[in-house]
């Protein structure tokens, strides 16, 4: 079973930044599009940021484009989300997956953006 651990998450004030990592317990990774998941209190879980398996495609939903950049590194079998400028409504558990979802979701890690 694959396994998926997300890191880097934290409490960071408005217009500050973090790293976010996923590693992934896949020696092939470098064949999978990845992708990058939110899902706030009482919301439903949704993308917010994709890259191609060659890394030289990424794309962002609306609401943190100019602001996060996806990237990966797939010798080290890791996807990275850099954050800046975060606000309030970037605040949820930030998980990472395949766009098909193929493999279980991990823990998450928990971006908290407050003043």
């Known amino acids: 079973q694959v396994q ?27 064949f999978h599009r990845m992708d990058w ?4 209190p009482g919301q439903q879980r949704e993308l917010v940021a994709s890259i191609n ?4 495609i990424t794309d962002y939903s609306a609401p943190v484009k100019g ?3 996806i990237s990966r590194d797939n010798a ?9 400028s975060l606000k309030y409504e970037d605040t949820a558990v930030y998980y990472c997956n395949t766009a ?6 991990g823990q998450g890690t928990q971006v908290t953006v407050s003043s």
């Open 76 to 84: 080290k079998n890791t996807v990275y989300l850099q954050m800046n």
């Open 37 to 40: 998941y939110r899902q706030a």
């Open 100 to 105: 098909d979802q193929r493999w279980p979701w």
């Open 53 to 56: 398996d060659g890394g030289t």
């Open 4 to 30: 998926l651990v997300e890191s880097g998450g934290g409490l960071v004030q408005p217009g500050g930044s973090l790293r976010l990592s996923c590693a992934i317990s896949e020696s092939s990774l470098g």
């Open 67 to 69: 602001r996060f950049t």
